[in-house]
């Protein structure tokens, strides 16, 4: 593995190019977590349109997709190429948009600016299906992204009036009830090995935030 070069790196996996001509990727889990039920998921939701990577191969830890040219909703929120704003509304969006697929459709359940790559030549492809889930509203899924941006806003982080921005604005676009999700959005994230104690403390101020945008959302709404 050390010959490949890596070109990302999350909490749960690593993400390399492959010799060739780069077009392609693997994303490997280091804990050995089995990647062909997410692969599976990722080349059903191409047959239906959604925007995602378009899946080569998956054995085990291993998946092999098309390298995706452009930032992350992230990176491009850090450079100011991205306003908060808009940022908020396309997450809505693309929620809106995955909830909407004929059949069951999953829930993303981890759907933040890092999730979101700006392709050149594709707009907004959603990444990294390991958390995604059939059967769950599609309120909490909201509850989630909408919780992942309130734990910046609440941070000491120099981007925190940013997240907040966006935060209110995924909240305003979003036609789903939010309130009743937050709760079990919170419990959810707090069950994440991946958080330090720090942050799974933070968890109740962020749910704090969440349902107090909402509701002050919801009252304008009703004005």
């Not at 070109?7 to 990647?35: C, E, K, M, Q």
């Not at 009830?177 to 959810?188: G, L």
Request: aromatic share 2%; proline share 9%; no cysteine.
């Amino acid at each position: 593995m050390d010959e490949l070069e890596i070109v990302g790196r999350g909490r749960t996996a690593d993400v390399y190019v492959l010799p060739g001509d780069g077009t392609r990727v693997l994303r490997r889990y280091r804990d050995g977590s089995d990647a062909t039920r997410e692969a599976d998921l990722m080349a059903r939701l191409a047959l239906q349109g959604y925007p995602v990577p378009a899946v080569l191969r998956a054995e085990g830890p291993d998946l092999v997709m098309e390298r995706l040219s452009g930032p992350s909703l992230l990176d491009a929120l850090l450079d100011g190429t991205y306003a908060p704003e808009p940022a908020g509304a396309l997450i809505a969006e693309l929620l809106a948009t995955l909830h909407a697929l004929p059949g069951t459709p999953p829930t993303h359940l981890d759907l933040h600016p890092g999730n979101v790559i700006l392709t050149t030549d594709r707009g907004p492809v959603v990444i990294d299906w390991q958390t995604a889930e059939e059967g769950r509203p599609p309120g909490l899924d909201h509850a989630m992204s909408a919780l992942l941006l309130a734990e910046v806003a609440v941070s000491p982080a120099p981007y925190a009036e940013g997240a907040r921005a966006a935060l209110t604005a995924l909240l305003s676009a979003t036609t789903i009830p939010v309130p009743p999700h937050i709760e079990p959005a919170r419990a959810r994230r707090a069950q994440d090995p991946n958080l330090t104690e720090g942050e799974v403390a933070a968890l109740g101020k962020a749910a704090g935030l969440v349902a107090e945008l909402a509701g002050e959302l919801a009252g304008a709404r009703r004005s």
